[in-house]
Every structure is written in structure tokens, then in C-alpha cells.
């Protein structure tokens, strides 16, 4: 049973629009949520996170947005950017406060940003 | 640092053969996991280290599959023997408490 599901394989989007990757999870008890982006022959590397007890995080081009009571979280890109081609994984904890013991990961959305 | 070291970075082997995945966490790190990716079930979660020592082995998927973590900079993950079903991406994180993983390049393992 996935507790994290990422129901988009892949999305396509023009330069400078906005790309959004979608979230959904299963396990009320999932406290904290990060998205991680991973090239092709590379680990996933940390991209953003949010507590449940926020609605909205923001960094840079980045920004997701967590609808708890929906059990869904989105990241937005804006503007989107060639070198944001990557797969995206969403990813779920808890244990609050950040603790990274057991994170559960969506399969992943490969975004390709076209010039 | 040169971050989460993981090598090797290709795996093929013939099936029934033992193999050895490796990994070198980040100085520092308190907790290591191993992950496996495949194309059907996505970045699943095989172990959790803390302190060297074993958390949770849920998702280990056999008994065919060990992991060791001897000291803290160090950490094996042990298929034996294997079988075709275990190719994948194999990939090592570390992290101190509260903060995100760092993931190393991965091992792509090819069992034929």
C-alpha cells in the first residue's frame, strides 16, 4: 500500500512557467514532508520541506504548499528553468521537527522543462 | 566533505553470486539508511541505522539480505545469494537528527 503517491509519471512544461508536482498521502500521522530532486546517475538531493504545522514554505523559485485536511502537498516552480529537469520525489515522515527516521517516498514525476 | 561515498557505483554479477554494496556516510552523521529504487515500487527504505546500531530492518526484503554498520564511518549492505529480482539502484544516506538526508550516487546492481 503507498502511503505517498505521486499519481503524475511526468509533466511537461515551457521556460519560465510555472511548474507544479502534486502529493498525496495516506498516513494521518505524517508530520513532516520534503521533496527531494534527482538527476539522471545522481542520489536525490534535498530540495524543500514543510511541517505539518505550516501551509506554506518558500524558497526561492521554490514553494509548497501543504493541505493537510486533503492529505496533499504541491511544489511550485516559478519561473521554471531548463536545469529543473529532474525526477521529483516527495517524501513523508514522522516524528516532527525534521527527524528523518523513515521516510517514505512517492515513485517520482519527471519534470522536463523545454527551452 | 565529499559527501555520502558509496561505491561500487556498477554492480553485474551472475545470479547465485554474493555481493557487497559499500558506504561511507558523511563525518559526523548519526544515522545511515539504505534504499533501493526499481521502476515498480519506487525509493523504498531497507534499513535505518542510528548511532551504528539497527533500528528498523522492516524492510529488508529476505533473509537473503544483511546490512552491517561496524563503526560510524562505515556500512555494508550484503546480498547472498542473489537473484535477478535484486537489480536496482542502491543507495546509502546520512543524516544528523533534524536535519534532511543526504543521499549518495547510488550502486546500480545487475544480477543476470
Known amino acids: 500500500d503507498q502511503q505517498v503517491k505521486q499519481n503524475s509519471p511526468s509533466l511537461s512544461v515551457q521556460e519560465g512557467r510555472i511548474s507544479i508536482l502534486n502529493c498525496d498521502y495516506t498516513?494521518?500521522?505524517?508530520?513532516?514532508f520534503l521533496w527531494y530532486k534527482k538527476y539522471p546517475a545522481e542520489g536525490p538531493t534535498f530540495l524543500i520541506s514543510?511541517?505539518?504545522?505550516?501551509d506554506k514554505n518558500e524558497d526561492g523559485r521554490f514553494t509548497v504548499f501543504l493541505n493537510k485536511s486533503a492529505k496533499h502537498l504541491s511544489l511550485h516552480i516559478v519561473p521554471s528553468q531548463p536545469g529543473d529537469s529532474a525526477v521529483y520525489f516527495c517524501?513523508?515522515?514522522?516524528?516532527?521537527?525534521?527527524?528523518?527516521?523513515?521516510?517514505?517516498f512517492g515513485k517520482g514525476t519527471l519534470l522536463t522543462v523545454n527551452p | 566533505d565529499a559527501g555520502v561515498i558509496q561505491s561500487p557505483r556498477h554492480e553485474v554479477t551472475e545470479m547465485g553470486q554474493e555481493v557487497t554494496l559499500r558506504c561511507k556516510p558523511i563525518?559526523?552523521?548519526?544515522?545511515l539508511f539504505w534504499y533501493r529504487q526499481t521502476m515498480m515500487r519506487g525509493l523504498e527504505l531497507l534499513i535505518y541505522f542510528n548511532n551504528n546500531v539497527p533500528i528498523d530492518d522492516s524492510g529488508m526484503p529476505e533473509d537473503r539480505f544483511s546490512a552491517k554498520m561496524p563503526n560510524a564511518s562505515f556500512s555494508t549492505l550484503k546480498i547472498q545469494p542473489s537473484e535477478p529480482r535484486d537489480s536496482a539502484v542502491y543507495f546509502c544516506?546520512?543524516?544528523?537528527?533534524?536535519?534532511?538526508?543526504?543521499f549518495g550516487q547510488g550502486t546500480r546492481l545487475t544480477v543476470v
Open positions: 514543510i511541517s505539518s504545522i505550516k
Open positions: 563525518s559526523g552523521h548519526n544515522s
Open positions: 498516513n494521518s500521522m505524517f508530520d513532516y
Open positions: 544516506a546520512s543524516s544528523i537528527e533534524s536535519t534532511e538526508a543526504f
Open positions: 517524501a513523508a515522515t514522522q516524528g516532527g521537527g525534521g527527524s528523518n527516521y523513515k521516510l517514505t
